[in-house]
């Protein structure tokens, strides 16, 4: 089991870099199914296989899912700035060296065992729907008004709006055109 | 059964989060951004389901559950922006989004 | 019934705020209507509350109704509270009643004014103010009234204002009347570090008791709230805002600069009386300084050609009685000249306001003439409002308020025959110069065409006020006509007795005949001057030295050239010298100092959303740093 855990590790760290230094989308997208895929073995590994579950199916499955159908529609490769300059990357990496230096030497090297056993969806669920049954009924209220809101963003304007050009010669709300862009 | 230790885990969450992070600060396409936000979330959740390991205890778990509801929300409303965004700027570059700076 | 009192001053309140609120998105019907009929309401529940105070009057003739607690700080804790005394209860109905009338006649008035819903906000809020501060049971909430109707007079002599001069009269009126005011609220601290209190009965019964009559501190209150009263009542020497107020509408002029709020000085005056008897000093220069008005006024009003000038310097001189009253002790007779003055004077206006209005906004009267006919409800309604400004005898009622003024200032123990005399050849002058205004009005050759005629919501007021102009004397008749005098005993359950000398010459029929005398001689004086001399008055007027007075006259005696000189243009040198001392550079860094900050901080805001995610990222990793290393 240990050393799953350490293979896993490796293959979601790998291909989280992947995810953020591919050029093309897709293969971003797909690096990142994979990275979900290493943590949901982790999870495994860790004695949560609730949540292993979970992260296959919500993380992997749905949300991913949502990503690609955005990318369809967008078709993002033909315009998107997907090419990042090396020298893009100095600051950001010093930054991030300095952080995680300071996280790992917060976190220490202690070798604090683990609890030995797996939590199961039986405790989950008991939990979940116990002490923690307000969090839940607040979870499906922020989903909802996602749903909702998302629709509403996503929907075009009833009125011709901003983004698409207007005939030309007759313009009669060219200020608020310019109002818009400017 | 596991000899895996409560900070190796928590190394782990930490090195995911600060790749999302740098991610975050390179990528200039809004998709990616919001693929980096998953991953930085997907630590944190991570975090927690370790820390809930270390005691046993299903609480880490059920953190990770709203975590994921959030994160559920997050990329539909972020996906919906992106898509508007699109049909506004034409591009979907998040250096272009600065109309509102000072 | 008296718990209702809270409404009166509350339905012109709500009347300002449904108007103000629902400005635009109402008709000039119903703006008229809420306008008015807020005011209506207020005036039939304060007349029902009159006559519940006087059938059965409360417990100590006085009721006081507790609504909140302002504010409750350092010992100070006003309360919105309001007193009902048989003081308040005739100001608060010829308040609302008067208030009412002339509402009315505006909504005809302001008809074709393009500020209606505007005006008709002022005034309402103009009412609830002025209620609000003669129903106020503590001084703080009548200062609250004081300014309220400040406020409303300003921004209703600069109502229309489009024309700039407008603009300046208003702030000349308000600004005047601000150095009075600063007069009273000082007075106040005075009155409240002494005192302990704001309260007006708790003040009075504890200045009673504790200070000697013409101690320091009792002058000193006295003649800091005489200083309120006099900016206020437009009295000498802060009188100059009254004739330039006149620039409002008509209705304005009516209401707030004859019938109700330049009398509040008065009513301050009656209401804090015990603090007067304390300092008869102070009370004798209230009776100079009205004897000393009213002469003044009446001369400026002989030579004024702006038929509304005249009719201010009228109020000026009509409220100098008020005040000489006051001076005597006359507490009741003064309030009895409020009320008779609030009938004629606002019929006076609302009159001259027809005649304005029916020769297209002239207001110069040798360019009227001849409107007798023309207009006969304006000619009558101003023949009964002059004669009764000149206290024709027994037929107005003028003559039984300001005739009582005359002997009291003669009989009353502080009264002396120079008060007397003045307030006897105020008389003459009176009626020669309301004459003189009719005469030239509405006789002789008509020199403007009428171009438009009043109509029942203009009539109705003049009809009423005429008549109440003629019958509201018959409350209190002297002594040599029976004694009948009802509102005398009303009145006397709130104020103090008026102490006279027995056996005076000035309760004889001798004294009264020579009054009457006066008047009618006045008048006579008019007729003969102007309709039968006209010529050889117009010439002996071109003489030099006539010309020269009446041009002094016309100018209200240079007031306005001394205080420019005296005031305006030193505070204007002084400000000029003083711009660019030490604190104004401090002041200007700061706004500099701010300037670069905002710049700083909006370049910081450059809309770059992987910026602002680095610079996150660096606080973060400053904050990790500072939790993991401590």
Redesign the interface.
């Known amino acids: 089991m240990t050393a799953l855990f350490y293979i896993a590790a490796a293959v979601a760290i790998i291909a989280t870099v992947l995810v953020i230094t591919r050029s093309n989308l897709v293969h971003a997208l797909l690096y990142l199914v994979v990275s979900l895929f290493a943590v949901a073995v982790v999870f495994y590994t860790l004695g949560a296989p609730f949540v292993a579950a979970l992260e296959v199916i919500v993380y992997a499955g749905a949300i991913m899912m949502l990503f690609v159908f955005a990318v369809m529609l967008l078709n993002v490769s033909a315009d998107a700035p997907l090419r990042v300059p090396r020298s893009a990357w100095i600051g950001p990496l010093v930054l991030i060296a300095v952080l995680l230096a300071e996280l790992i030497y917060g976190i220490g090297l202690t070798n604090h065992a683990l609890h030995a056993g797996e939590v199961g969806p039986q405790q989950v669920s008991a939990a979940l729907f116990g002490p923690y049954v307000l969090g839940v009924e607040l979870a499906s209220m922020l989903l909802l008004a996602a749903l909702i809101g998302a629709r509403h963003i996503a929907s075009q304007p009833e009125s011709p709006g901003l983004d698409e050009p207007q005939p030309a010669g007759e313009a009669p709300d060219t200020r608020a055109n310019e109002g818009g862009e400017a | 059964m596991a000899a895996v230790s409560l900070d190796h885990g928590l190394i782990l969450a930490a090195i995911l989060f600060v790749i999302g992070f740098v991610g975050l600060l390179t990528r200039r396409n809004l998709i990616v951004a919001l693929a980096c936000i998953e991953i930085m979330l997907n630590a944190a959740g991570l975090a927690f389901v370790v820390a809930g390991a270390r005691w046993g205890s299903a609480d880490g778990q059920v953190m990770f559950l709203f975590v994921l509801a959030m994160a559920a929300a997050e990329v539909a409303v972020g996906l919906a922006l992106a898509i508007r965004f699109r049909q506004s700027l034409g591009r979907l570059d998040v250096d272009d989004a600065d109309e509102m700076k000072g | 019934m008296l718990q209702l009192l809270w409404i009166v001053p509350a339905l012109p309140a709500a009347g300002f705020v449904v108007l103000l609120l629902l400005n635009r998105h109402l008709s000039r019907r119903a703006t008229a209507l809420i306008g008015a009929g807020s005011v209506g309401l207020s005036a039939v529940v304060a007349i029902l509350i009159a006559v519940s105070f006087i059938t059965s009057p409360p417990p100590g003739d006085a009721y006081r109704q507790v609504l909140w607690t302002w504010f409750d700080t350092g010992g100070l804790a006003p309360q919105i509270a309001f007193y009902l005394d048989a003081m308040s209860v005739v100001f608060m109905v010829v308040i609302t009643f008067v208030g009412f009338l002339i509402h009315l006649y505006s909504t005809e008035f302001m008809e074709r004014d393009e500020g209606f819903t505007r005006f008709f906000m002022y005034m309402n809020l103009f009412v609830a103010s002025m209620l609000v501060l003669v129903l106020a049971d503590n001084l703080l909430l009548l200062y609250l009234g004081w300014e309220g109707v400040g406020m409303c007079s300003y921004l209703l002599i600069a109502f229309w204002q489009k024309d700039v001069q407008n603009v300046y009269c208003g702030r000349k009126a308000f600004i005047v009347t601000r150095v009075g005011d600063t007069a009273l609220i000082v007075g106040l601290f005075l009155l409240f570090t002494q005192l302990h209190t704001l309260e007006i009965q708790p003040l009075m019964a504890g200045a009673a008791k504790n200070w000697a009559a013409g101690s320091g501190v009792a002058v000193a209150a006295a003649a800091l709230l005489l200083g309120g009263a006099v900016g206020k009542s437009a009295q000498l020497p802060l009188q100059t805002w009254l004739p330039d107020a006149m620039a409002g509408p008509t209705p304005v002029s009516a209401l707030i600069h004859a019938a109700t709020m330049v009398t509040a000085g008065v009513y301050l005056i009656a209401r804090t009386n015990v603090l007067f008897t304390l300092a008869p000093d102070v009370r004798l220069a209230v009776a100079i300084i009205g004897t000393v008005t009213l002469l003044y006024a009446c001369f400026s009003a002989l030579a004024q050609h702006d038929i509304k000038r005249v009719l201010a310097y009228s109020t000026m001189s009509q409220i100098g009685y008020m005040f000489l009253a006051l001076g005597v002790a006359g507490w009741s007779a003064a309030i009895f000249h409020f009320m008779t003055h609030a009938f004629f004077k606002a019929l006076l206006f609302l009159a001259a306001g027809v005649v304005i209005e029916a020769l297209g906004g002239e207001h110069d009267i040798f360019k009227m003439g001849g409107l007798r006919r023309k207009l006969p409800t304006a000619f009558w309604a101003f023949i009964i409002g002059a004669a009764s400004l000149s206290a024709l005898p027994l037929i107005t009622d003028g003559f039984y308020s300001k005739d009582l003024i005359i002997e009291t200032s003669l009989g009353a123990v502080d009264g002396n025959a120079w008060l007397w005399l003045g307030a006897l050849a105020g008389s003459l002058l009176t009626s020669i110069y309301a004459f003189r205004l009719v005469f030239v009005v509405f006789f002789g050759e008509q020199q403007t065409p009428v171009t438009l005629h009043p109509r029942w919501r203009m009539k109705l007021p003049l009809v009423v006020l005429s008549v109440l102009s003629v019958v509201g004397g018959f409350v209190w008749l002297p002594g040599w006509m029976g004694g009948f005098h009802p509102f005398e005993t009303f009145l006397d359950t709130a104020l103090p007795v008026t102490q006279t000398v027995a056996g005076s010459f000035a309760y004889t029929g001798v004294a009264a005949l020579l009054t009457s005398l006066i008047a009618v001689v006045g008048v006579a004086l008019a007729t003969v001057w102007l309709v039968e001399s006209r010529a050889a008055l117009a010439r002996f007027a071109a003489r030099p030295t006539p010309h020269d007075v009446q041009t002094f006259w016309l100018n209200g005696w240079g007031f306005d050239w001394l205080y420019e000189h005296v005031f305006v243009i030193p505070v204007k040198w002084f400000a000029r010298v003083a711009r660019g001392d030490l604190v104004e550079p401090a002041f200007s860094g700061i706004a500099w100092l701010n300037l670069q900050a905002w710049r700083a901080?909006?370049?910081?805001?450059?809309?770059?959303?992987?910026v602002y995610?680095?610079v996150a990222?660096?606080g973060?990793?400053v904050i990790?740093?500072f939790?993991?290393?401590r």
């Open positions: 901080l909006s370049a910081s805001q450059n809309g770059q959303l992987r995610i680095g990222g660096v973060l990793a990790v740093a939790v993991v290393l």
